[in-house]
C-alpha cells in the first residue's frame, strides 16, 4: 500500500480520537439499504454558490438514479478542515469533499501550474483549460493519493486588498501579505517585493486587524464574505491568479460504484458546474457593490507590470518537467 503523503502540516491535524469518531460515523458509500449513499463534506457556508451547486448535483442524483443514489452533504465544516477532510477522503471514512486546488500542490506537482499568476489570459480561457483534456488529465493525477478529481469549480480571481493603496507592483514592496500555505503563491508575493506570510483563514480577520500582515489577497466574495473589507479600505483587481476549487472522490469510494453509478455522478457534476459558474458570477458582483458601499477604494490597474513582475515565478519551475508540461500546454492552448 502507498503511503499517504502529507505536506505542510506533516501530520493529521485531526487527533486520532477525531479520526477514530469519524470512522464509526462514516459508513463511505453506504448501499446496504438498496440505495448508494454518498457523503459529501466541505467547509463552506451553506450561502456560497459551491454548496449551492452541490445541492442542485444531489438533486440531480437523486433524479437520474430513480432514488437509487444519493448524496447527504455536510457543510460547513461540520467533519473538519479542508485538510482534515481530504484525509478522511484517504482513509475511506468520507466519500466526496471540495479544496482549493492549491492545497493539492502538495500532492500532485500539476496542479502547482494552476496557481502560477497570469496563467490564465482571462476566465475564459481558464474554463477551456479545465474543462478540456488539460484540466481532465489533471484531475486524475490524485488517484496515486487516493483523490480522484470531479471537477473544477470557479472560484474567480484573486486580487490584492490592503491597508494603503496598491496601483502598482511597487506599492507592494516591503508588505506583509498573507497567503496560502502554498509554494507558488509564497514565490508569487516575493515575486512582486512583499513578504508572504502564511496565516490560517480563520485568523485572518484579527491578524489585518492587528497589522501582524498589511493585506492579503483572495476573489472578491471572499473579500466580502469574511468582512475583511472593514479592516481593508483598498481592493486593487489585478486578478494575478484564477485558482480553481476541485471536487474530489476518494477512490476508495469511486471504484465502489458500478459504470452505470459512475455516469449518474458524473453527469450530476457536469451539471453543477454551469449552476455554479453562473451563481459565482453573481455573487462577484454583489460583492464588488457592496465593499464599495461600505468605503472600500477599488482600483483597476494596468496589468501590465504584475505581469511583468512575475515572468520569473515560471523560470522556478523550468527543471519540474511535470509542473512545466502543463504550463507549455496552457500557455499553447486557444
Request: proline share 4%.
Amino acid at each position: 500500500m502507498k503511503k499517504i503523503k502529507i505536506t505542510a502540516e506533516r501530520h493529521f491535524n485531526a487527533s486520532l480520537l477525531l479520526i477514530i469518531v469519524f470512522l464509526l460515523f462514516l459508513s463511505g458509500c453506504g448501499g446496504g439499504s438498496g440505495v448508494r449513499t454518498i457523503k459529501l463534506a466541505h467547509g463552506l457556508d451553506v450561502k456560497h454558490s459551491v454548496h449551492i451547486a452541490m445541492v442542485a448535483m444531489a438533486t440531480r442524483v437523486d433524479e437520474l438514479s430513480g432514488g437509487k443514489m444519493k448524496i447527504e452533504i455536510y457543510p460547513s465544516g461540520q467533519l473538519g478542515s479542508e485538510r482534515e477532510c481530504l484525509e478522511l477522503l484517504q482513509l475511506g471514512s468520507l466519500d466526496i469533499t471540495k479544496v482549493s486546488a492549491a492545497v493539492m500542490e502538495g500532492f500532485v506537482e500539476e496542479y502547482k501550474a494552476l496557481g502560477i499568476p497570469y496563467i490564465f489570459r482571462d476566465k475564459q480561457h481558464a474554463f477551456s483549460v479545465l474543462d478540456g483534456p488539460i484540466g481532465k488529465e489533471i484531475l486524475q493525477k490524485g488517484e496515486e493519493f487516493w483523490l480522484r478529481g470531479l471537477c473544477f469549480y470557479d472560484a474567480g480571481a484573486r486580487s490584492f486588498y490592503t491597508s494603503k493603496p496598491v496601483y502598482s507592483p511597487d506599492d507592494l514592496a516591503g508588505l506583509k501579505i498573507r497567503v496560502m500555505e502554498s509554494i507558488t503563491a509564497v514565490n508569487m508575493v516575493r515575486a512582486f517585493g512583499a513578504s508572504p506570510t502564511p496565516i490560517s483563514w480563520g485568523e485572518l480577520y484579527t491578524a489585518l486587524q492587528g497589522g501582524v500582515v498589511d493585506g492579503a489577497e483572495n476573489n472578491p466574495p471572499s473579500f466580502y464574505l469574511s468582512h475583511h473589507y472593514e479592516v481593508c479600505k483598498f481592493y486593487t483587481l489585478d486578478e494575478h491568479t484564477m485558482i480553481p476549487d476541485v471536487l474530489l472522490i476518494s477512490t476508495l469510494a469511486w471504484n465502489k460504484l458500478s459504470q452505470q453509478e459512475h455516469e449518474w455522478l458524473q453527469q450530476a457534476v457536469d451539471e453543477s458546474v454551469n449552476v455554479q459558474r453562473e451563481l459565482w458570477r453573481k455573487s462577484e458582483e454583489e460583492a464588488l457593490t457592496e465593499v464599495k458601499k461600505a468605503g472600500v477604494e477599488v482600483i483597476i490597474p494596468d496589468k501590465t507590470p504584475f505581469i511583468d513582475k512575475t515572468e520569473r515565478v515560471y523560470k522556478l519551475f523550468e527543471n519540474h518537467p511535470k509542473v512545466n508540461n502543463v504550463i507549455t500546454k496552457i500557455r499553447d492552448s486557444n
